[in-house]
């Protein structure tokens, strides 16, 4: 079991140094999506069972709100207008196809985010999403049941995903549109917002993971003129600080490579961006699930059905 486990991670971290091994080659940071690292770790190191549920979805789900995130950054309005379109597009998605899949919402932000406009983009995002979820449905990684995840949640996810249009907005009135959609963090909290229970030892250490990861990836970027040792010492620094924290966060590795596409993330300033807007977005999230309010709404839905 442990040397399953084992060639799974390997497959996992290679997906992730190919990746950036091919932006090298082609000389293209649209190449680079940070996300699929998210994602690999997600399913073959931690095997989380909530997005091995559908495995065909690992490829469909990402690749149709990339290109949705494409097509929406060559309109010609506003950033912020542009960010929220593109959350509406994803809710819309996530709900026909009754899914719960977190990544990709960070998958249709980041060309909007990235201002992509190339179609090394598109490619990339279906040659490595389809050769995972290839690679897991040919290791029989289905599973029958969607583990616990009740669609009556989606409503909790409607309503954070209007939070996050809201700070959007905020983010825009008051020029932080820096800080406005780091998918990394939006990705982290609509996985919260469908837990259970959000602790708050839970919430203290992903924000803490968050600004570590952030800390770590614009430090190796700028220090390591060779974006492959950058992601190696991604990869190792961000398992350690993960085992030292014990806590299992996939987006950790996203939040860690996501400087290299980012052409004006700050040296100075990028990881407390991340900080500000993990407790902001998390924080959030902590305090309705804790709140009278949250638990009144939810005896009131099961009530109802």
């Known amino acids: 079991m442990n040397k399953i486990l084992y060639n799974k991670s390997s497959i996992g971290f290679a997906i992730i140094i190919l990746m950036i091994a091919a932006s090298m ?24 069972p909530i997005w091995l549920s559908q495995p065909l979805h690992i490829f469909l789900l990402p690749s149709i709100t990339a290109v949705l995130g494409f097509l929406v950054n060559m309109l010609d309005i506003g950033l912020a207008q542009k960010l929220i379109l593109i959350l509406a ?31 090394s983009f598109i490619v990339s995002i279906l040659l490595l999403t389809s050769a995972l979820a290839l690679y897991l449905i040919l290791a029989g990684s289905k599973e029958k049941t969607n583990c616990g ?88 620094a961000v398992s350690l600080i993960l085992r030292i924290f014990k806590c299992r ?21 990028f990881y407390f961006q991340v900080l500000l807007m993990s407790i902001i977005i998390l924080g959030a999230v902590w305090l309705y699930k804790n709140s009278v309010f949250r638990k009144s709404f939810t005896i009131f839905s099961s009530e109802k059905s």
């Not at 080659?25 to 989380?48: H, K, T, W």
């Not at 597009?89 to 406009?117: C, R, Y």
């Not at 809201?166 to 982290?188: H, R, Y």
């Open 25 to 48: 080659i082609f000389d293209s940071r649209e190449i680079i999506l940070p996300e699929i690292a998210a994602l690999a770790i997600g399913c073959l190191v931690y095997q989380n």
């Open 89 to 119: 597009l994803m809710m819309l998605v996530l709900k026909l196809f009754k899914s719960f899949l977190a990544p990709a919402l960070a998958t249709g932000l980041l060309p909007v985010i990235t201002n992509a406009t190339s179609y």
């Open 149 to 236: 995840l009740k669609q009556k949640n989606s409503k909790e996810g409607l309503f954070y995903m209007l939070f996050v249009a809201v700070w959007i907005l905020i983010c825009d009135q008051e020029k932080w549109m820096f800080m406005a959609a780091i998918p990394p963090v939006i990705v982290t909290g609509y996985e919260a917002v469908h837990k259970e229970a959000y602790e708050a030892s839970t919430f203290k250490k992903q924000v803490i993971c968050m600004f570590l990861a952030s800390f770590v990836g614009i430090q190796a970027l700028h220090f390591l003129d060779n974006l492959l040792l950058a992601v190696l010492v991604d990869i190792a």
């Open 249 to 269: 966060l996939p987006p950790a590795y996203a939040m860690a490579i996501l400087p290299m596409v980012l052409y004006n993330a700050s040296y100075a300033y």
